[in-house]
Every structure is written in C-alpha cells, then in structure tokens.
C-alpha cells in the first residue's frame, strides 16, 4: 500500500510505502526526479502539480511502472548541437599561448565525453606559429563535461579541469612559447 502526504512545511509531497516497491518502480521514482529520504523513510519531491499527481496515481494504483530511461551514451548529437567527433579546443596563459585541442567520443543530452588529443604546430616565427588538431590521435583520459551553448558559442564546460573549450572552426589557432 502506498500513502503519500503534502508536507506543508517542507512545499513537498513524500510518498510512504509498507514495504520496499520493485525496482521498476524506484526506477520509475529516480527517473521522475524523487529521492529517497532515509531519516523519514520515504520518498520525495518539492510540491508541484505533476508531483500531486504522481504521488495520487500512486496511491491509487494507476501509474504506468514504465521508467523513462536517460539518452544514451552513444547517442549521435546532443541537445546543443554537439556531435561525435566534434574538435573543441582551450587557449591560455600568461606569457606564453597554450593551445589543447579535445575530441568527443560519446554525447547525451547535456554531456559531451572528450579526450585530448595532440596537435599539428607550425613555427612561424621566433617562439610562435599556428597550430591544428591532429584528429583521432589521442594523448589523454576520456572525461565526462557538460556543453552549453551560451556566452557567444558552442563550449565545453572546463574541459581540462580549469578551461572552457570552444569549437574548433578548423582554422589554424595561434601559439606562442616564452623562452
């Protein structure tokens, strides 16, 4: 049997349940964003009207036990245009022009996993020239970032621990080196 109160106090709905439901069902709970309170023993939810409605259509039986699944990680383009394969690049330094360049090898929806990969310099001048990517050639560990697509492009959320990643266009991108 399923009960579930609104928690004035809290603006939450909890859900109460006599014994442990299947997993298809927590899995059903996780996938519509309730969590699980073990100091109360309950399930979850700040009070809204989709959250009244789950927790009354599961007090009385009738909600489907068909969790949502999350996108998967081999998922071809995610919700901000970003593709497998896809080049993005960081620029940075004091007195000198770093220059790293990720590939993406798996998206989902909000989620790009890159690796570093090395890159192409040409010497132009004394301790500078332009440098590109070196496609497929990987020197780094995969990692997991956020992308947006926000403050004037397509980046990757701190794509080496500390930088954000732009888009590579395909252009040459300038490097320096103080000596």
């Not at 399923?2 to 069902?25: D, H, I, M, R, W």
């Not at 009385?60 to 995610?78: A, E, F, H, I, W």
């Not at 990987?138 to 697509?149: A, I, W």
Request: charge should be positive; hydrophobic fraction near 35%.
């Amino acid at each position: 049997m399923v009960t579930y109160v609104l928690n004035k106090a809290q603006n939450g709905v909890e859900l109460y349940f006599q014994t442990k439901p299947e997993q298809s069902f927590i899995d059903l709970l996780k996938a519509a964003k309730w969590r699980w309170n073990r100091t109360k023993m309950c399930w979850h939810k700040k009070q809204t009207p989709e959250a009244i409605e789950f927790a009354r259509k599961a007090a009385d039986g009738t909600l489907q036990s068909t969790p949502k699944t999350r996108k998967s990680v081999n998922t071809v383009v995610n919700e901000h245009g970003v593709e497998v394969g896809d080049i993005f690049y960081t620029s940075w330094g004091y007195e000198q022009t770093n220059v790293d360049f990720f590939q993406v090898t798996a998206v989902t929806a909000k989620m790009a996993t890159v690796r570093k990969i090395s890159e192409k310099r040409d010497e132009t001048d004394w301790a500078q020239g332009k440098t590109l990517p070196d496609k497929d050639n990987f020197v780094g560990k995969e990692s997991r970032r956020r992308t947006c697509n926000k403050y004037g492009g397509l980046r990757i959320i701190n794509a080496d621990g500390s930088h954000d990643a732009h888009f590579h266009d395909g252009a040459p991108v300038s490097w320096s080196a103080y000596y």
